[in-house]
C-alpha cells in the first residue's frame, strides 16, 4: 500500500488570488495525477505528472490555470491561478506506487483538498 | 479518449438485496479496471479491481464481472449492509496513457435497514 499526504485539506480564498496544493508519497512514483471531483460529481482528471518533463494535461485544462511541480519522485504541487468561485471543488492528488513494474496495480489517492473561492 | 459510462446514477436496495453497477468504456486498450468506494468527505478507496486477462473476480460478498468483446464490466455487492451506502466508481486504465485512469460518472448507493 502507499500513504499519500495532501495539504491543505480545506481553504477559503478570495477570488483573483492562487492557491498551492502539495501532495507527498511515502515511496517513489513515477506518475503522478491531479483530480478534481466538483460536488457531487465524478473525478475528473487535471494533468498527469512525470517527474522531469512537463505535466501532461487533459482536454479543457491548461498550464497557465494549472501549473503543476513536480521536483522529484514522492513530490507533486498543482497551483490553482487566479481563482474565481467556479474553482470551487475538491482537488485530489494520485498515485501508483506499482506502476511501471509491467503490472496494474491500484491506485492510491490524497485526503483530498476541498477548495472554496469567495 | 477514453469515455467510461456508468449506470444507474442512484440505487436504492433493501439490506440484504444484492445490488449490481455497470460500466460501459470506449477504448479496446484498456487493460485495469478497478472499483473504487467513497464514503461522504473521504477519500475513494479501492474495493476491488480486475484486469483483461480475467472474466470475474470475487472477494466476499463484492464480484466483478468483465466483458472484453462489448465493452462493459460490472460490480455486484451481494447480502448488502448499511455501511454499503457510498458512492461508487468504475474506472478504466489505458495501455500507454502513464497509467491514467478515467472514472465513471459514479453511483450513489443508499441500503435501507
Known amino acids: 500500500s502507499a500513504v499519500i499526504s495532501q495539504k491543505p485539506s480545506r481553504d477559503i480564498c478570495q477570488r483573483g488570488t492562487s492557491l498551492t496544493i502539495q501532495c507527498q508519497v511515502d515511496s517513489q512514483v513515477t506518475m503522478m495525477f491531479w483530480y478534481r471531483q466538483q460536488p457531487g460529481q465524478s473525478l475528473t482528471l487535471i494533468a498527469t505528472a512525470n517527474q522531469g518533463s512537463e505535466a501532461t494535461y487533459e482536454s479543457g485544462f491548461v498550464i497557465d490555470k494549472f501549473p503543476i511541480s513536480r521536483p522529484n519522485l514522492t513530490f507533486s504541487t498543482l497551483t490553482v491561478s487566479n481563482m474565481s468561485p467556479e474553482d470551487s471543488s475538491i482537488y485530489l492528488c494520485s498515485a501508483t506506487p506499482g506502476q511501471g513494474k509491467g503490472m496494474n496495480t491500484e491506485a492510491f489517492f490524497g485526503q483530498g483538498t476541498r477548495l472554496t473561492v469567495v | 479518449g477514453e469515455n467510461v459510462e456508468q449506470h444507474p446514477s442512484t440505487l436504492s436496495v433493501q439490506e440484504g438485496d444484492s445490488a449490481v453497477i455497470k460500466c460501459t468504456y470506449s477504448?479496446?486498450?484498456?487493460?485495469?479496471f478497478p472499483w473504487y468506494k467513497q464514503e461522504l468527505g473521504k477519500r475513494p478507496q479501492l474495493i476491488i479491481d480486475i484486469r483483461s486477462n480475467v472474466g470475474e473476480k470475487k472477494d466476499q460478498r463484492i464480484a466483478v464481472t468483465l466483458n472484453k468483446t462489448a465493452k462493459h464490466f460490472s460490480l455486484h455487492i451481494t447480502e448488502t449492509q448499511p455501511e454499503d451506502s457510498a458512492v461508487y466508481f468504475c474506472?478504466?486504465?489505458?495501455?500507454?496513457?502513464?497509467?491514467?485512469?478515467?472514472f465513471g460518472q459514479g453511483t450513489e448507493l443508499s441500503v435501507k435497514p
Open positions: 477504448d479496446s486498450a484498456s487493460n485495469y
Open positions: 474506472a478504466a486504465r489505458v495501455v500507454g496513457q502513464g497509467g491514467k485512469l478515467i
